[in-house]
């Protein structure tokens, strides 16, 4: 299992030791994914070590405010560049591979801003939108072969962020009263990872029902 990073060298080789831990063989490859030179170089590295490619999450995104009127080129450059042409060229490398032996699953993770309008994130919300599309787009252009799905998270809490007011407010407006964990989104992954057979170009909403509230 790869581990890709693009700043976070220690993190990423400190996910490879937890996967070696468990048994699986791991390791940690850089690439800026919106660069698609990096991209190709780095499933290269990938052929090199490991035998096939079953599965790819592309989880790599960027995410900060800003108000309509001082978005600039480069703030739409970067979040189009890593959250959307970067979900593309992998998947597009990762399909290559798939291909040959015609099967595999490709996860998109997008978000329910990709579904919902958050104006201070507007940017980000339309790259999810595009995420939404490309995955719908992408699982009937690699039908029969590759299943291709996208999880859209809600609020995820991280440690320390609880008693952040923002968040307090979101909670309140969930209909489960509370904030996601990293670990609700992994299971997701992993169940579709490890047991779909049957859901090509979906969008799994898991958000403690605010999409519905
Ligand atoms: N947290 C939430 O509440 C939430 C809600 C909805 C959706 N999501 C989605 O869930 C995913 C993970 O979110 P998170 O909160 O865990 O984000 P995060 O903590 O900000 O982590 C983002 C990751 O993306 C990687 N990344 C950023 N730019 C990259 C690039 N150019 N090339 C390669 N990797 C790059 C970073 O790697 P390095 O650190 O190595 O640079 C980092 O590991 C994202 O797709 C996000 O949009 C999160």
Not at 54 to 61: E, I, K, M, R, T
Request: charged letters at 20%; a positive charge.
């Amino acid at each position: 299992m790869a581990v890709n990073y693009h700043h976070s060298r220690r993190e990423a080789q400190a996910t490879v030791r937890e996967i070696e831990a468990l048994g699986a063989e791991s390791m940690a490859v850089p690439a800026d994914v919106s660069k698609p030179r990096q991209v190709e170089s780095m499933f290269a590295q990938l052929d090199r070590r490991f035998r096939r490619l079953d599965l790819l999450v592309n989880n790599a995104a960027v995410f900060f405010p800003s108000q309509w009127d001082q978005l600039t080129e480069q703030d739409w450059d970067q979040i189009l560049g890593i959250n959307l042409k970067g979900t593309f060229f992998c998947a597009q490398a990762a399909a290559r591979r798939m291909m040959a032996r015609k099967q595999g699953q490709i996860i998109n993770i997008s978000s329910l801003g990709g579904l919902q309008p958050w104006p201070r994130y507007l940017h980000y919300c339309s790259s999810k939108a595009g995420v939404i599309m490309l995955t719908k787009c992408l699982a009937k252009a690699l039908a029969p072969h590759i299943c291709v799905n996208s999880i859209a998270p809600g609020t995820i809490l991280f440690p320390g962020e609880e008693s952040n007011p923002a968040f307090k407010k979101i909670v309140r407006s969930t209909p489960l009263r509370k904030g996601g964990c990293p670990a609700d989104i992994a299971d997701l992954v992993v169940f579709l990872a490890a047991k779909n057979r049957f859901a090509t170009g979906q969008v799994f909403t898991i958000d403690g029902g605010k999409s519905i509230a």
